[in-house]
Structures are given as C-alpha cells and as structure tokens.
C-alpha cells in the first residue's frame, strides 16, 4: 500500500556515477528487487519507492554523499535496521535511501564506562559486547535483533529500560553526524563534565534524521545487573496494574521493568506461539515485572508483590528460560499482532493519573470511527507509555488514527511516546507542538539543512 506518494523527481545518471565514485560499485544497489528490500517498513503499512539504494563506509563517505545530493538536488531516506514503527524509514517521495548498516565499528572503553559505536552496530551486539566487557548498556527494546545504533539515536528509542536508565538521549555523551549543510559535527571525547556551548547531540537525537546523519554514537554504560527476576501478575481491573506499577516504582530498588498487556493481546500471542496459558481463568489485565541486580532480587520482588492489592494470580521465574517464557507473552505481541493483520501503531503517552481511564476509553472511541476495527493495547506502565495497536483498517484509513490522538491528546498525553512522528503522525504533531515550536523547528530544519536532502518526508513534511 503506498500513503501519500509523491512525485519522483528524475535523478540526472551522472549522480549514480559520483556516487560510485564515493562508495564504490558495490554500495550503489540499483537492482529493483534488492531495492525493494528498502522501500517498505516492517509493518507493511507504508511502501515507498527509490532509484537506489547508497551505503555508505565511513563519516567522509557520508559527507561526500551528502555533497553530491546538495548538488544534484537529491534527497535521501536515511535507514539503520528498518525497524521504525512511523514510517520514518520510507523513502515516500522517491528519495534514495542511504544505509548505514556498513558503519559497525565498536570500541568499549572499560575505565570510563563508555562506547564509541558506528550507526549500523546493532542493539544486541552492544548489548553483548558490554557485558562481555563487565557493564551493560541500558536501553532494550524488542527489536534489538535488528534495530541499529544510529536509528536508535536518531529516533530516541525507548523500550521497557526506561524507568531505570532513561531513554537513548539519556545515554548520549556525544555524536558524530553529518549536517544537511555539509558540515560533521563530531564530539566523541566523552567528557562527564563538559559544558562548552550547544549540546548537539540534544537537538540531533529524536530529531528522526531531519537535521543531520548521524554515522557514530558516543554513549555511557551501567553496571551489570546480572542476577534477574521475573513475575507475572493478574489483576482484574487496568487500573490494579497500573497502581502496581507505581507501588513498585518506589518500593522496588531493583524493578528494571513493568510491562502492562491485555486478555485479548495474551490470547493472541499464545494463539501465535503456542504457549500455554500462565493462569487458569482469563483477567482484567496483566503486569510483567523484572528486577534485577548483582544479588538475587528474588526474595525483595516477592516481599513487594506480596504487599501489592488486587493481585489474582502470580508466576514467579528466576529461572532465565522460564523467565524468557514469561517475557514472550509481552514481548509476543507486536509479531503476533502483524501476523494476524497490518496494524496502525498509535504510540501514545499519557500522565499516570489518566492512563487506566484511557486504557478504558480507546475500545470505545475507536468503535465509534470504525465498527471493523480491532483494538490491542499495550505497553510500559511505568512511564505512561501505551501502545495502541489497530487492526481491521485499511493502511490508508486515518479516522481511527485521528480519534485515538485527539483522545490521548485531550488527556494530556503524546502523539508519540518513543516511535517517533515518522511520516505516519506528521498530521497530528500541532497537537503537541504550539505553531511557534513548529516554526522553530522549520528554522532548525532551514538553518541546518538548508536544500532539504536528508528524510524531507519526515516530521515535517506533510
Ligand atoms: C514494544 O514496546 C515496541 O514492544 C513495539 O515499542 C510496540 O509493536 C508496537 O506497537
Ligand atoms: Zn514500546
């Protein structure tokens, strides 16, 4: 299905040969069948197309690139693992998409705690690479089988850490990119203490690379929590779960998650997977809590769930496959649900106070918009963060879009939590954003990237 297609321009072929000339032969993929493995996002919601595909190796390579799309007017899509759930990866507008997946680099420095990484280092490589080397890195999500570093920044992702360490700008210590105006920004020092005038790596992180390419990442690592613990639990009601989460915020030290699901999303991925049902009746909602720490956390979980009102049901597992059992119920979700439809992905965030009234009021609102549609909600209780899945609609239907985001909106809440505008909420960002800070973004957008090559389909351009 493609969403808002617009005009390809024509690309003058001698851009292809300067390209060759910067990246070589084998890193200008023109193939329409290898392209295509670029053009679409892993939903299926949004497909768009590209003369090339360009990967670049290196910062240098990526700023002569760049040179070259100033000159010839060329835009580009810029794509890390392609795991973007907004459409932010699509090349919508016929751009060309550059890859950074070339840009793996890895360099840990174990005294201070930090690494150095290349844009294509995948998330599960750092992740094992930092434990390899006694630390860890704080940010986890689903898709760190695939999702890249320089997605990660470029995109702010957040996953189900955040409670403990924050989001991806919470580990940034400094970046290397490539501005729209040609110009590398790279501050990879790692300096603690380091107050010397803008913060780049603040206004290019989560700014979905519309202001620069971002080839490199300098980022902190935590402690190894090594010993874990994982407790399933029942509730009747969302708002039980939701309460849970916040008791265990505070009375819970070690808690390094607190994941929230639905009956309907837990049947839907044991229909996928084939696992068995934890408990024996269905429930109102159901809590995954982690703790973690050097010491076995067992027995502080216990104690805190113990205390907790409203609990149902519990399944406790230190064992890591068991535990791994327990994850896969939440962790399950987002496969099962693609597999069961192409889903719009409404990832919204709401204030504590508000998010067990939402949770309640989206099955409604949705049926009033669209009677075919089906509603999975999920998500990251701690931090306010529910993900709206929606399947049932066409890909280009935006009415159930709209009313879920005029809701979450309404209440207080985000059009996007941690996926990002993309190009699929480029419509609904004044709901957050005030007409000035819209204008201060086109001032950032003209100021550094002034001939509009890098994702001009994203964030702002709807
Ligand atoms: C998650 O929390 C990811 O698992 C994906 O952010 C959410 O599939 C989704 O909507
Ligand atoms: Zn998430």
């Given at each position: 299905m493609t969403r808002d297609h617009r005009e390809v321009t024509t690309i003058d072929p001698t851009f292809f040969a300067e390209a060759v000339d910067v990246v070589?032969?084998?890193?200008?993929?023109?193939?329409a069948d290898v392209v295509a493995g670029y053009t679409a996002d892993w939903t299926g919601r949004f497909t768009g197309t590209s003369p090339a595909v360009i990967r670049p190796g290196s910062t240098e390579e990526a700023q002569a690139l760049v040179g070259l799309c100033r000159r010839h007017g060329v835009a580009l899509a810029l794509q890390g693992g392609n795991t973007g759930l907004s459409g932010g990866t699509v090349p919508l507008a016929g751009e060309v998409v550059c890859s950074l997946r070339r840009l793996t680099s890895l360099e840990l420095d174990t005294v201070s705690g930090q690494v150095s990484v290349g844009a294509g280092v995948v998330l599960s490589d750092l992740q094992a690479a930092a434990e390899a080397a006694g630390w860890a890195y704080g940010v986890d999500f689903a898709s760190r089988g695939s999702a890249t570093l320089g997605g990660s920044v470029a995109t702010n992702a957040g996953g189900m850490r955040v409670l403990r360490y924050g989001d991806t700008r919470a580990q940034l210590l400094g970046l290397t990119a490539v501005l729209g105006t040609g110009h590398v920004v790279s501050h990879?020092?790692?300096?603690?203490?380091?107050?010397?005038?803008?913060?780049?790596p603040g206004i290019l992180c989560g700014s979905e690379g519309t202001l620069g390419l971002v080839t490199a990442a300098r980022l902190r690592l935590v402690p190894r929590a090594p010993e874990r613990v994982v407790a399933l639990l029942a509730f009747g009601e969302v708002a039980g779960a939701i309460e849970a989460a916040s008791t265990l915020r505070r009375?819970?030290?070690?808690?390094?998650a607190a994941e929230l699901f639905l009956q309907p999303g837990m049947d839907l991925v044991r229909a996928h997977t084939g696992q068995a049902a934890p408990f024996g009746g269905p429930h109102g909602a159901y809590l995954l809590v982690e703790a973690s720490d050097d010491r076995d956390p067992t027995a502080d979980l216990s104690l805190a769930v113990d205390s907790l009102p409203g609990v149902a049901a519990v399944a406790v597992a230190a064992d890591p496959l068991r535990a791994a059992e327990l994850w896969r119920y939440r962790e399950g979700h987002t496969d099962a649900i693609n597999h069961h439809g192409t889903p719009h992905k409404l990832d919204v965030s709401l204030p504590p106070a508000v998010l067990a009234d939402f949770v309640g009021r989206v099955p409604g609102v949705v049926e009033s918009v669209s009677s075919g549609a089906e509603v999975w909600l999920f998500g990251h209780a701690a931090d306010g963060n529910v993900h709206v899945n929606v399947t049932g609609i066409a890909p280009d239907d935006d009415a159930v879009d709209d009313a879920v985001f005029k809701l979450a909106a309404a209440m207080?809440?985000?059009?996007?939590?941690?996926?990002?505008?993309?190009?699929?909420?480029r419509r609904w960002l004044h709901l957050n954003r005030t007409e000035d800070e819209v204008a201060a973004f086109g001032v950032l957008k003209a100021a550094l990237d002034p001939d509009g090559v890098l994702n001009p389909s994203v964030l702002l351009g709807g």
């Open positions: 070589g032969a084998n890193h200008v993929l023109r193939d990879m020092g790692g300096l603690i203490k380091d107050n010397t005038g803008y913060f780049l009375q819970l030290r070690t808690l390094s207080g809440g985000s059009v996007s939590a941690e996926h990002g505008i993309g190009t699929a909420k």
